[in-house]
């Protein structure tokens, strides 16, 4: 079906990128003739179609009516009378270069990133997005355009298409955006555009998959990526809470309660790990450490708290981290000796518990009995909030952090509270942001520090492996869990995220040793 007064101007060669079946836009827009040679007012290519002889959801380019050598993009539905989803601002064309579209891409690029940041509504997009760091002759150029045009597309879909036509749309954008491919553009993309931006980014796409509903978003939600620095691996994750996987059951009533619902599903699980490595050359092994350098977990609200307190139950209703656990492997293995694990560190402690005793003493000659006796009790406990453990499985080093329930010492992410608990005023996950003794940060997160998580594990590799790049497997899972703090309330539930990731080394003689994790004969060997 095809709207008065628009061409088509698809074209095998360049309509689809591989298997992701998202047309290549960016090679569409700059294989177009120049525009006084177009026979019609505007041209377009088809994005999806639900079926044959359906309306299609297409990307349209058209001759502004008002301003000379300038085009308006859109995304419609091709519709007798389409209905227009979104435009852009008016991009200027330069029909005096061989490349009349270039700027044009790039103005429009920028119109994509402002308008992915526009559906957060809880930051404002960057002032300093005109100075992003990529420019039209970036190799990557290309691959970033086409990357903002499907998550554009995507939110554009999600907040303004039509339900007949809005499923197959995110299924097809999902496939995209899912794609190992596409994966690593966003990678690079993320790195270009600089961490504040990169974390308004992920944000709005949180938001927008956190509206799709159940189902679909579970597919699309969880993202992460890892880059080497200078010494150090950092991985960073993103998932929204409505995304993560259930454990188990939840417990108590919450599918009634819109307002609790809302504010737990409107958080969204920030991570990033920094792991410190070093060499250390012998006569015939090499020595690969690997310690914490940083690891931040934050639960984030998508929302504004003003609209988190008038339509839920409250920014401090919201899940915590319960576990993290962490797995480094070096994938080929076959010139592993052995794997060495150091010293857990200790945990901050506190007490908790009761006093009793007793006490004997004599009265007054002038009193009844002349005896006077007090029974009193001592029963006190050391507790830690956080329980660090180190092991070795195969070749892989292992790293786990466990949140303690403070009443019982049970593991939190593993464990329910009883109904008896959860009304006691005082117990430690009431007023768990205020309280003085809190696991976690202010704002609700927690920070694993190199100071206190310094010692890490070691892997001795033959001596063939020098000058060799080699790759190693990060993987883990993150558990969060929600348990009432202000609201009155007996549900709980945890959920968790997995994540895995490739990074490389070079097993060059460029490195340093750590001393404190090169010493002989400590840890264990596995």
Known sequence: ????????????????????????????????????????????????????NQPALKFSIK??????????????????FPIILWSSNPCELNP?????????????????????????????PSPTIVNVHITPKDPKFPEFFNLCFASMSLCVCIYEAPQDIRNICLRTFQRHLTHNKSKQTQKHFLQAIG????EQWM?????????????????????????????????????????????????????????????LRHHHLETVLQLRYSLAFQHNWVD???????????????????????????????????????YVTPIDDANLLSVSVF????????????????????????????????????????M?????????????????????DSMDGREVFSSRPSKMTLIQPKVWFRDRYCNAYRPFTKQGGVVFARDEYGEGIAWRLRKEVKGMLTNWEIKGSVYVTYWPNKYRTFFCETKFVEFQEIVQLGLVEKSFCEPSMAKEGTGLSR
């Open 96 to 124: 005096q270069t061989l490349k009349p579209y270039q700027q044009t891409t790039f103005s429009l690029f920028l119109n994509f990133i402002t308008h992915v940041l526009h559906y957060s509504s809880n930051t404002k």
């Open 203 to 263: 944000r709005s796409l949180a938001l927008a998959i956190t509206n799709i509903g159940p189902g679909i978003a579970l597919e699309l939600g969880p993202y992460s990526y890892a880059t080497p620095i200078f010494g150090a691996w950092k991985l960073r994750l993103y998932c929204p809470i409505a995304a993560m996987k259930q454990v188990g059951e939840s417990s108590g009533e919450c599918s009634t309660d819109d307002r609790l619902l809302f504010s």
């Open 1 to 52: 079906m095809k709207s008065q007064g628009e061409g088509s101007w698809d074209n095998p060669k360049f309509s689809y990128m591989g298997s992701c079946s998202v047309p290549d836009i960016w090679t569409w827009i700059n294989s177009l003739p120049q525009s006084p040679q177009w026979e019609t007012d505007s041209l377009s290519i088809s994005i999806c179609s639900p079926k044959p």
């Open 288 to 326: 690969v450490f690997m310690s914490i350098d940083n690891i931040r977990c934050d639960i984030v609200p998508l929302v504004t708290d003003a609209l988190l307190e008038r339509r839920g139950a409250g920014e401090e209703e919201k899940h915590f981290p319960s576990r993290i656990s962490l």
């Open 63 to 80: 001759k502004h009516p008002l301003l000379s050598n300038s085009v308006v993009f859109s995304l419609l539905i091709d519709l007798r």
């Open 343 to 382: 010293k857990s560190s200790d945990n901050p402690t506190h007490e908790i518990g009761t006093e009793r005793g007793i006490e004997t003493g004599f009265d007054a000659p002038q009193s009844y009995f002349g005896v006077k006796v007090s029974a009193t009790d001592s029963n006190s406990m050391s």
């Open 195 to 198: 961490s504040n931006l990169e």
């Open 384 to 404: 830690k909030p956080w329980r660090f453990e180190q092991s070795a499985e195969g070749s892989s080093g292992t790293m786990s952090w466990f949140l303690h």
